[in-house]
């Protein structure tokens, strides 16, 4: 037999799934290997079209943490180097992994530092700022983007900037005073029929049809229309199937994942905190306002992920539908 009719063992198998999922925590690899999918908001598509005629364009981008704004950034990145390879791209992540972002540095002279430090003095004409939605400090954010936007432009230089995830929420008055445009790459709406046929083939193209359909399904809805929540209970769900022995993933096995990223979710959470997601949920259910919560705990909640900010007009939030199973009843 020869090597290329050799039959890949069942650990090979799930090895090479494990591989594909894995593609998730870096962004970069999952465009490169041709894992990621064009999104139904065309996020990727539209900051390109933007950036080619007008290079030197300013451009927030907003959305939850997980909802693909990385994957975004680099994505424009990708297609301005292959659709108009005169414009010099540069990426920079100001974020500290899982941590807050500090806020507390001079913005404008840590993005030059590290232009010069990572392209060597050469002029960069479009600069991709990333990790600066992992901070709750809006009026911090606000303060300092507007000394870095104002040497920007006085470079001529174009940037798409990923901005805090509360910022869905008041991003028109920092879109007039100093963006051109503001973009919300956020969770796909998983009550919309092209949401979820988006989220499912993303990942039948990565699993090459591994889930079944129950799978799917659940790991959809669970996922919150998170792209990193919907990868990592992808991953979690086939760990579990080799265990099981089983030869797909099965409903069971999505059912494990998404409960425990509901548990790893509410770690360090406390009671006052368990009470009001409680209420936000059964809010969200009878469609009622969402009770009335210090906006410094919003952004804190929506920075954990724990609370979904959706595209509706007054905007809402849903609770994590992962958390959901662990929230006390509504108090009274």
């Given amino acids: 037999m020869s090597e290329a009719q050799v039959i890949p063992t069942r650990r090979e198998r799930f090895r090479r799934l494990i591989a594909r999922l894995d593609g998730s925590d870096d962004p ?128 001529r230089q174009g940037v798409v900037m990923v901005g805090p995830p509360a910022l869905q929420v008041d991003a028109p008055s920092l879109e007039e005073d100093w963006f051109d445009q503001t973009l919300v790459c956020g969770a796909v709406d998983t009550t919309d029929a092209v949401g979820r046929i988006f989220l499912r083939s993303v990942l039948d193209h990565r699993s090459e049809g591994f889930f079944t359909q129950g799978a799917l399904d659940h790991i959809v809805t669970r996922s919150g229309g998170l792209m990193r929540d919907l990868i990592l209970m992808a991953r979690q769900a086939v760990e579990e199937a080799y265990v099981d022995g089983a030869e797909r993933a099965e409903l069971a096995h999505a059912e494990i994942a998404a409960a425990r990223l509901g548990a790893s979710l509410l770690r360090a959470v406390d009671a006052s905190t368990l009470r009001l997601l409680g209420d936000a949920a059964a809010s969200d259910s009878t469609r009622a306002p969402l009770p009335l919560v210090d906006p410094a705990l919003l952004a804190s909640l929506v920075l954990r992920r724990l609370l979904i900010p959706t595209r509706d007009i007054p905007m809402r939030f849903h609770v994590h539908p992962c958390v959901l199973p662990f929230l006390p009843a509504r108090s009274a």
């Fill in 28 to 155: 970069s690899v999952a465009l490169r290997e041709g894992l990621c999918l064009s999104r139904p908001d065309r996020v990727i598509e539209r900051l390109t079209a933007s950036l080619e005629i007008r290079p030197n364009g300013s451009h927030l981008v907003v959305g939850s943490v997980g909802s693909g704004k990385t994957t975004a950034l680099l994505g424009v990145m990708a297609s301005l180097r292959s659709n108009a390879p005169e414009l010099r791209c540069g990426y920079m992540d100001l974020g500290d992994g899982e941590r807050e972002t500090d806020l507390d540095v001079d913005l404008r002279s840590a993005i030059i530092n590290r232009a010069v430090l990572a392209w060597e003095g050469a002029r960069i004409d479009v600069l991709l700022v990333d990790g600066l939605d992992r901070t709750s400090n809006v009026p911090s954010f606000r303060e300092r983007v507007a000394d870095v936007l104002s040497y920007l432009s006085c470079m």
